[in-house]
Structure formats: structure tokens, C-alpha cells
């Protein structure tokens, strides 16, 4: 079992409180019984037992968690509980939902029935184990001596010594833990107060006497007295049982903190209506300000430039990088150059295989173009950047089925929008046009689309693509340029390098003679 953290309670308390989250534990839903129950399920599981016996009543949390890990094993759990006390309450609901067999008896039976129920399991021929009530015995001790262990680990590791620890006594082994795992660090100068939740003193108090010693063997009588202090002045009419005065308390408490709760809530509405203009207008700075903070702090962090914003028709980027699959790369990522204007390169037809780096480039384009326009520093050597009226991407494949949509339906509507809605100034990201219907089909569409933007609209444009019967357009149609992905063949392995680079991917046929 991993160590659970230790929180601290942010409080206006003179003193500093941290909370042991024990909690966390799975199966639990809070209480202490599951990091008892961790230790009994590591024996069952390296002993192969094949089913689980523990005492309890329907109350009873430790039933809960231990008919949930049984559970969570596959193993069948049987759990014997007192029928003075056989409610029906939430974790006997949960005990039923997680399989577990209750066998309710008398108090007085409850012992017989447990040496019975063994006796029939193994004649049976099962491999049960039986788990005390509460966890109770030296390995629900051993729990907590672990527990100590952990909170010693946190101690050292920032440097900070717990004067008090506080928690719920009630079968004893919680206390015995924490208290043999004190005698066994020497803290003398820490008290360990349990409070108790179902006995009274003294018994309440030998019963965690008697675990430490059990636990210890030889050990120092009186220091064991002297380190167990137990305090029984919380216990109500029994543990799990119901209290009117409680009760009444609580129900009225409720209704007053929700009076009180709109009495406040009333008094605030009406200051802050009364403030709108400021705040709104401090929501706006602050907003500003939060954007150019954050802006700086990642161009800094991870050196970005300042572009060249302008009215001209180029976008001239200088190694440009992906500002996120940079980050997030375990290799170092390949930067690349940009150039596109409304001349004779406003169009970059790239070819090349799928992984190849082709659409995180295209991408990056857009981003540094966005990131120009928008005030933030961009991620690269330089970059001039003409600004730009739009931004148009038709990236990834992706159907719509709830409107009775295919993907080369979604891909179709979306290459119209961009063609109808685009004007010489947009920026257009276009990857694998024509991906969604036949080959023939999609190169002609690919081809039309691509001869269109350069003749017709005039838009800067990066186009990738897998047709590569479009590298044909570069010196028939003006302004189209070839680019491909850089590789290199090392052996039998081809290595893509990510670079950009002029020209056209070479299509290399091989074929298979018998």
C-alpha cells in the first residue's frame, strides 16, 4: 500500500492542524478500517485463501470494506454479526450489493457460530480466513505502527515535528499502533490522544493497553501506561446509535445556517450591484493584464521573438516551431523556414509519408500567425507576418453521424465554406484534400480545389497532400511551389527528418518478382 498524504487545513486556528487522509485509501469511503484491511487481503492473497470470515454488525465499517475487497477479489465473504444489533443501515445495504453472506446470531453465539462457520468452510473443502472484528490483533497493530512510520517520513521531509496526534479510538489496534510505533522512535515529547467512540474508561483504556503489550511482547509496562491516554468524554447512547437531542440540533442547525446563508448572500448581492461599473472595469484590467503576464512569461520561457507585424502581402518565418509539439516532444524538434506572399509564392503544394512532420508544420504556420496578430512574441528565429483577415483549416478527418453526415460529406461542406468565404488576404491550411471518396475522385477534386485558390481567390496557402500527380501544377499554374519532407534511408529503415524542403517527393515503385 502506497503512503497516504498529509494535508494541511488552512485555517484561522492559532494552531497549525494537518489531517492524515487516510481516506484515500480505495474501498474505504473514510474511516480507518481500510488500512487494516490492506495488511489481512496481503496475507489472503499470498496465502491463495479462497474465501473471508470477519465479525461485525451492520453498522459496522469494517464489515463494509471487507466484504468490498473480498469482493473486488472474486472471493466470497461471510460475516457474522450480533442480531441484537441487525439493522437495516447503509453499510449492510452495501455488504448485500457487494455479496457478502450475514449470518445473524445471538451476542453470546456469536463466537460458536464463527468456529462453526470455519469448521464447514474447510470440510468443505475452502481455504477461508478469518479477520477479527474491527481488524483487531497484532496485524491491524502492525497497520498503524506503519501509519506512524509514514507520518515520521513526513516529519523529516519538511522538517516539522507534530506536538499532537488526534483520532477515533474504538476496537483499541488504531491507538496500540500509533503508540508502539512512538515507543519504538523514542518520541517522547508527543502525546497520542484517542477518543473514544464506544467504550468507556478504564476498559476502553486496557483494551488498548493490552494490544500495545500483546504487539511489544517485553516491553516497559509503565511507559506504555504513561503513552496511552484515552479519553472518553465524547461517547453518546451507543456507538451507530440514534440521538434525538443530536438530532434535534442538527435539523434546526440546518435550517438556520440556511436562513443565515440568504441573509448573507442578500447582503453581498446588494454591495457588489451597487459596485457593477468598478468591477467590471477591474475585471477588464486585470484581464489585460493576466494576457500579457502570461504572453510574456511563456516567450520568455520558452524563447520566442517579437514579429514584424505589417500590411504587406508576405509571411517570411525563419525556423519556425510548433509552440506545443515542442513542448511535449521527447526529441528535439526540427524547426522550418516559411515563405508565402501573393506572388509567385502563395501556394506550397507538400508531399510527402504520413508521420512525416507535414501537418505540424502547416499547423505551426497558422499558429505563429495567430500568435503575431494577437500581440504574443512567436516561436522562432524571425518572422514577419502580413497580417492576415482570416484563417481557414480543413485538417483531420471526422464524420458527423448524428445529422446522417459522412466524412467526405463534412470534409465537402467545409473545402465549400473555405472557397466561398476566403479572399486573397486569409491564410488557408488545407490537409488531404479528397482523403474521403475514391482515388481519381479526390485527386480531381484535390486538383480543382488547388487550381481554384491559386487562380481564382489568390489566398496564401499550405497544401498537403498524398496525390502526388499535384506536383505537376508547379510552372503550369502561377504561384504554386513543391515542397516535400526530407528522409533518409539508413539500411532498410527510412528516417524522416522533419525538414522542409523543395521539390516534390519522389514516388518509388518496387516491385516483387517470383
Known amino acids: 500500500m502506497e503512503n497516504t498524504p498529509i494535508q494541511f487545513l488552512d485555517t484561522e486556528q492559532e494552531n497549525a492542524l494537518y489531517i492524515k487522509r487516510d481516506d484515500l485509501i480505495p474501498y474505504s469511503f473514510g474511516g480507518n478500517k481500510a488500512r487494516k484491511a490492506c495488511l489481512f487481503f496481503e496475507e489472503i492473497d499470498k496465502g491463495a485463501y479462497d474465501c473471508v470470515v470477519t465479525y461485525g454488525s451492520s453498522h459496522s465499517n469494517h464489515c463494509r470494506i471487507v466484504s468490498n475487497m473480498a469482493a473486488a477479489r472474486g472471493k466470497k465473504c461471510y460475516l457474522i454479526g450480533p442480531e441484537e444489533v441487525s439493522d437495516t443501515t447503509f453499510n449492510s445495504k452495501l455488504m448485500q450489493c457487494f455479496g457478502a453472506e450475514i449470518i445473524t446470531v445471538p451476542v453470546e453465539n456469536v463466537h460458536e457460530t464463527i468456529e462453526e462457520q470455519l469448521h464447514k468452510l474447510k470440510k468443505s473443502g475452502k481455504k477461508p480466513y478469518f479477520i477479527p472484528g474491527g481488524g483487531h490483533g497484532n496485524l491491524g497493530t502492525q497497520a498503524y505502527v506503519n501509519c506512524y512510520n509514514e507520518i515520521k517520513e513526513y516529519e523529516k521531509a519538511n522538517h516539522i515535528f507534530f506536538e499532537y496526534i488526534f483520532f477515533a479510538s474504538g476496537t483499541g489496534t488504531t491507538q496500540a499502533g500509533l503508540i508502539c510505533g512512538q515507543i519504538e522512535n523514542a518520541d517522547n515529547d508527543r502525546k497520542i490522544i484517542g477518543i473514544s467512540i464506544a467504550r468507556r474508561n478504564p476498559r476502553g483504556r486496557n483494551v488498548v493497553v493490552d494490544s500495545v503489550e500483546e504487539y511489544m511482547g517485553n516491553c516497559n509496562k509503565e511507559k506504555v501506561e504513561n503513552n496511552t491516554i484515552f479519553i472518553d468524554n465524547y461517547i453518546g447512547h451507543g456507538y ?275
Open 240 to 514: 451507530g446509535k440514534e440521538n434525538e437531542e443530536i438530532e434535534d440540533t442538527i435539523l434546526g442547525a440546518d435550517e438556520k445556517a440556511v436562513a443565515l446563508e440568504y441573509d448573507i448572500f442578500s447582503e453581498i448581492r446588494n454591495k457588489v450591484a451597487s459596485q457593477v461599473e468598478r468591477i467590471k472595469s477591474a475585471a477588464y484590467i486585470i484581464s489585460l493584464i493576466d494576457v500579457m503576464q502570461s504572453m510574456a512569461t511563456v516567450a520568455e520561457k520558452n524563447n520566442y521573438v517579437k514579429p514584424v507585424v505589417n500590411n504587406g502581402n508576405n509571411i517570411d518565418i525563419k525556423n519556425g516551431r510548433h509552440p506545443v509539439v515542442e513542448q511535449i516532444t521527447k526529441e528535439s524538434f526540427i524547426p522550418n523556414d516559411t515563405f508565402l506572399d501573393l506572388g509567385e509564392n502563395r501556394l506550397d503544394i507538400i508531399t510527402g509519408p504520413n508521420m512525416a512532420g507535414k501537418s505540424t508544420y502547416m499547423r505551426q504556420c497558422a499558429l505563429i500567425v495567430l500568435m503575431a496578430q494577437i500581440g504574443s512574441f512567436v516561436p522562432a528565429e524571425s518572422a514577419e507576418v502580413g497580417v492576415v483577415d482570416r484563417i481557414f483549416t480543413r485538417v483531420g478527418a471526422s464524420d458527423d453521424l448524428a445529422t446522417g453526415q459522412s466524412t467526405f460529406m463534412v470534409e465537402m461542406i467545409e473545402v465549400a465554406n473555405i472557397l466561398n468565404n476566403a479572399t486573397n488576404r486569409s491564410l488557408l491550411i488545407l490537409d488531404e484534400i479528397g482523403r474521403g471518396t475514391s482515388t481519381f475522385d479526390g485527386l480531381s477534386i484535390a486538383w480543382a480545389v488547388l487550381e481554384h485558390i491559386a487562380q481564382k481567390i489568390g489566398a496564401r496557402t499550405l497544401f498537403a497532400t498524398h496525390y502526388h500527380e499535384l506536383t505537376e501544377l508547379e510552372g503550369k499554374v502561377s504561384g504554386v511551389r513543391n515542397f516535400c519532407v526530407s528522409v533518409k534511408e539508413q539500411g532498410e529503415d527510412i528516417i524522416f527528418l522533419r525538414k522542409i524542403i523543395a521539390g516534390g517527393t519522389v514516388v518509388m515503385v518496387f516491385m516483387l518478382l517470383n
